[in-house]
């Protein structure tokens, strides 16, 4: 009894997900509440239900599949009523050649399988899931199925077309829909763009703008007014542009939109960024990043003092990797504090802080007040100005380790990109220890991956990183990745470590692509060639490379 916990404990210290004095700490905490260690070592931030659900996995030999990157199909769902399946603990998935499969939490779930045998009349094929995905996505899969959008959207049409008028009561209603179907696709930002005649509605999903639906322009000013009002913004003004934000709860689930409105020809163009407020905190180690990578940036975080920076435009996952970090530092024996703006995610044993401009607490302001907090880490949101950077020097040589993200699209540019900010050269050369730079690639959707022979130009770019490819790999599209041929996103990455040579670059105001010469001589890999790698071992195509890392 007591063996079988302390397994799954070893399993993830050999993993490098787990340390044995987190382990010990959650064993500790274990006998005081009498919880199980999963649950334990989950609610500690110690591990992810995801990482624990993968080595799980591991242990009993059934497949993990994570249903944040799956889409699940609705016919699998009509097979088994919710009750039946939230009941036994498991999740309909999809239908392959008349054999249904579902989703299981634990994997000696035995009723799972009576339940699908007697309604289904055969054996399930069975996938392991993890605790947080399955009570995220249980409720919302049943939910469209019972709700569809699709059609909820085109009975609205049809009345329209019918001679109706735009009453204010369905739009409300509209505006939800259009949100509703955007959280089911996981889209990050929902596009709301009029034209001449119509209003579009796009949703970019894993990073890619995607058309979603298109309406009677009659909607335009009404759906812009019902944002408007619940974002607290004037609705009588529509010639300048606003933002503002307001959270939606949706089946127990809380999502902050930031909307953004901006006037154009054909009537206001409005954009609204989904923020999901729950979001685990995953270790480097499952990122996504080559083995080599993830044992440098390991190696960093050990370092009692320097700036470590995550650099790279909007969308490429900075923050995530910036938090990655603090789950990889020893947060039992070092003391970590952040100034963010805001708290994206929140973590146990990290002192976190937000700015409070009108309050008076600022990047600049918190500076001070940090170092009597005793810090051996700092964490500091973003460097976007003079005040942050200088900070973020004044804490390094104070002896303090300090990890940041800066907005700039390769790790060289980094640096005459803090020489800009008014940062002094010395000072920089002598704490800057490495600059991350990185990108989100789309990953092939395992259930539609085909090989094929790569053509001549293909061939080319794979040999200028070295690489001898004559075989590469795609989607073709199916219902599981909603005809993309993509699901899910993985990290590309390229770390450029300061070594004594570009300290003294640094130093003397040497040129970017001197910079980057001695960085590839130093063992850099660029991004690009990481990339292709990648593509070269059928994680991702050599399109979603170029377009990401090109
Ligand atoms: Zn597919």
Redesign the pocket.
Known sequence: MATAPMRIGDLLISKGLLTPKKLQIALIQQRVTGAILGDTLISLGFVTAQEFAETIADQSGVEYVDLRDFSISEEALRLIPKETARKSGYIPLEVLNGVLSIGVTNPSNIMALDTVRQLTGTTPRVYLVDQDAYSDYIESAYYFVEHPVKQRLEKFFSQLKSGGAVQSSIVPELTDLLLMDGIRKKATDIHLTPSKDVLHVFYRIDGVLTYGHCLPHVFQASLASRIKIMAHLDIAESRLPQDGSYTLEFLNKRYDLRISTVPSIYGENIVIRVLSTSGSLMSVAMLGLNENLVAIMRSLFEKSHGIVLITGPTGSGKTTTLYSCLRDIDLLERNVITVEDPVEYRLNFVRQTEVNEKAGYTFASSARTFMRQDPDVMLLGEIRDTETGQMAVRASITGHLVLSTLHTNDAVTSIPRLLDLGMDKLLLSSSLLAVVAQRLARKI?P??KVAYTVSETEKATFRRAGLDVTTAYR????E??GGS?Y?GRTLIAEIMIIKSDIKDMIYTGASSSVIYQAALKGGMVPMMVDGLRKAAGGHTTVQEIQRVAG
């Open positions: 959707c259930n539609c989607g073709k599209g199916c599981r990745c041929g699901t």
